[in-house]
């Protein structure tokens, strides 16, 4: 069986690097024991030099690695506040996160700058996980009838963040499915929802590449994901992990969710 994916973002969390250590020391204390998991945890920056080691340290037992949760298109340069592909790739990154609707909503990302950062991190090696994602549950026309905008949006945003991606690429883009009404909210989507989203995006996939790329693309749920509700999402035929948030940084939360994927 493949193993699930399960990727900690941890967000603009927690508030000092030794909190930092102490979750993820707790997290990884067990992890030995988790099968069937593929782990990255995607700190802030500033916590890469302390726990970059830690990662590196337990990846010969476990399949864990570091992710980021952004970076710049450009290699260098005058950007300031920005990182660039090279930084990640010195403290050992091999995920990044690209298109997270926090960055689109609040930072003002667009389309354009997230089709840059994918075509980036790919030539420079880093595996791009592009969060998509509709920003309201429910919408309705002038006339009061229900508007599908999940298939809409998510169509779009891939459409627009892979264009000109070399087709031989593609594959190795992990995409994550994060309604954004469902993030932070405690309102996770109902699980076949998001499988049928997950079967909508290999329909897209595959209109760019192939069938067996499209089946073999690594998709994400994310969006109040919790020790309750992962098995659910999980157990879906076509959906490969999950992209977790508020729960990644409860260790018992997180640790009780690793230990449920691993029973899978
Ligand atoms: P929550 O799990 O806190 O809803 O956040 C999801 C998310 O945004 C992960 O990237």
Not at 49 to 57: C, Q, T
């Amino acid at each position: 069986m493949q193993k699930r994916l399960i990727v900690a973002n941890w967000k603009m969390n927690p508030q000092t690097s030794t909190e930092a250590k102490e979750l993820l020391v707790s997290v990884l204390s067990d992890a030995s024991d988790f099968k069937n998991i593929e782990l990255v945890i995607c700190p802030p920056f500033v916590y890469f030099s302390s726990i970059s080691a830690m990662i590196y340290d337990l990846s010969s037992k476990f399949q864990v690695s570091l992710g980021a949760q952004n970076m710049h298109w450009e290699q260098k340069g005058a950007f300031t506040g920005e990182i660039s592909a090279q930084m990640l790739k010195e403290f050992g990154v091999e995920y990044v996160v690209e298109g997270h609707s926090e960055r689109r909503w609040i930072m003002g990302e667009t389309d354009e700058m997230i089709n840059k950062k994918i075509k980036t991190a790919l030539k420079s090696g880093l595996i791009p996980i592009l969060a998509v994602g509709e920003k309201e549950r429910n919408n309705f026309d002038s006339s009061g009838r229900h508007i599908n905008t999940a298939d809409d949006v998510v169509i779009d945003q891939l459409t627009r963040a892979l264009d000109g991606v070399p087709v031989s690429k593609i594959k190795d883009v992990v995409i994550a499915y994060e309604p954004v009404w469902a993030i932070g909210t405690g309102l996770a989507d109902n699980p076949d929802d998001a499988l049928s989203v997950s079967l909508l995006i290999r329909k897209v996939i595959s209109k760019m590449t192939d069938d067996k790329t499209a089946r073999a693309i690594k998709i994400l749920y994310g969006g109040s994901v919790n020790s309750k509700n992962i098995a659910e999402f999980l157990k879906q035929d076509g959906i490969d992990g999950a992209l977790v948030g508020g729960a990644s940084i409860d260790k018992d939360e997180f640790t009780r969710i690793l230990e449920i994927v691993s029973s899978l």
